[in-house]
């Protein structure tokens, strides 16, 4: 079993895969309709919406939650790096 690099999100089954291809790496919901991974901004822009939505956070808040989150992931490592 991998985790998304992108969300971490545990990718059990073929359709969890981006594409419902198990050599990707990251998942279905980090999958641009292509099939191509969704960029760091797209991805953080997303998750801030989907945070704002689901837990109710003020927008500065989950902004900071998402990054935090993010900071861990390997896809975007490169972007926390000071
Ligand atoms: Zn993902």
């Known amino acids: ?5 992108a969300c971490g999100m545990p990718m059990k089954k073929e359709s969890d895969f981006a594409m419902g291809d198990t ?7 980090c999958a641009r309709p292509d099939g191509s991974m969704q960029s760091f901004e797209e ?6 919406n989907f945070t704002i939505k689901t837990q109710g956070l003020e927008k500065g808040v989950a ?10 992931l390997p896809a975007w490592q490169e972007y926390f790096q000071k």
């Open 43 to 48: 991805k953080k822009q997303g998750l801030i």
């Open 1 to 5: 079993m991998k985790n998304c690099i």
């Open 63 to 72: 902004e900071k939650a998402v990054a935090n989150m993010m900071s861990k």
């Open 23 to 29: 050599k990707k790496d990251y998942c279905v919901y």
